[in-house]
């Protein structure tokens, strides 16, 4: 006899497009990256390369470094964390902590091909410090670019062969 009692899945399916609207996924997001980029000039980049593992929201063949904007919702960003609906609260933590689990196994493997991988929070987008942070990592990486049979040492004390113009792969992180 409770007719008017609300399905619970509804429910949060309303919730998550709700939250989408706020997560990584918006256009808006992603459209005010794209006009900071075009802001500061940078640019050869592409969007959601395929051939790149998770499809990073951007990516820069040159350097080989893909970037990701993570919204703070989804992600688990620790500084919005406040921002968890406070119902069902299990139900979204399990939801963002799938999520995280997703980014980090997806990033390890990344940096074990040999991308370079940068994570923006979304908060962080209208503050200008990423931009930063972006120009010196596409100045480092561009700068490890080799020529034709020579080879490069890692940070691992591996030593690869490369080709002309290729940028250095390494199997450590950033
Ligand atoms: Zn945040």
Redesign the pocket.
Known sequence: MTETRVDPLSEAERSARMAKVRGSGNKSTEGRVEAALGAAGIEGWEKHPKGVLGKPDFYFPRQGLAVFVDG?FWHG?P??ARRTPTARPEFWRGKIDENRRRDERQRRRLRRQGYHVMRV???DIKKGPWLARLRSMLARYESMKCSEGESMKCSEGESMKCSEGESMKCSEGE
Do not use: L
């Open positions: 703070c960003c500084v919005c929070w979304e908060h």
